[in-house]
């Protein structure tokens, strides 16, 4: 697994989360990272995307709530999630798209993507 996730927990309806996703490795280049979520019996969804170049794209049932944002993205991203919903209840993955980083013996590694191992976060009514 070379993105980390954390941040996630258990929260009231209306409260607040920060989720964090970081590389474990260097990652030379990221064209794109973002927030997947999957609800129990449901598919997983995308939440919200941020390019290298900082353009966004969020999912209408969040939009106005949650922010994606980087500050390199090779370093990351955050999702700060505000006015949480019971329908909000998921297991969030990170995500990063057309990716090259070195592995653990060294060696410069291409992928299409990569994921995180998700984080849980539950909103209580």
């Known amino acids: 697994v070379q993105l980390q996730a954390s941040g996630g927990g258990l929260v009231q309806a209306g409260g607040s989360l920060r989720l964090s996703c970081a590389p474990s490795t260097t990652f030379v280049r990221i064209d794109s990272m973002g927030w997947y979520r999957q609800a129990p019996g449901k598919e997983r969804e995308l939440v919200a995307t941020?390019?290298?170049?900082?353009?966004?794209n969020i999912a209408e049932s969040v939009k106005g709530r949650f922010t994606i944002f980087t500050d390199n993205i090779k370093k990351g991203v955050y999702l700060q999630m505000n006015s949480l919903r019971p329908e909000d209840t998921a297991v969030y993955y990170c995500n990063a798209e057309n990716v090259v980083y070195y592995n653990y013996g060294g060696a410069p590694v291409a992928a299409r993507e990569e994921w995180g191992q998700g984080t849980q976060v539950t909103v209580s009514s």
């Open positions: 941020i390019t290298g170049a900082g353009t966004t």
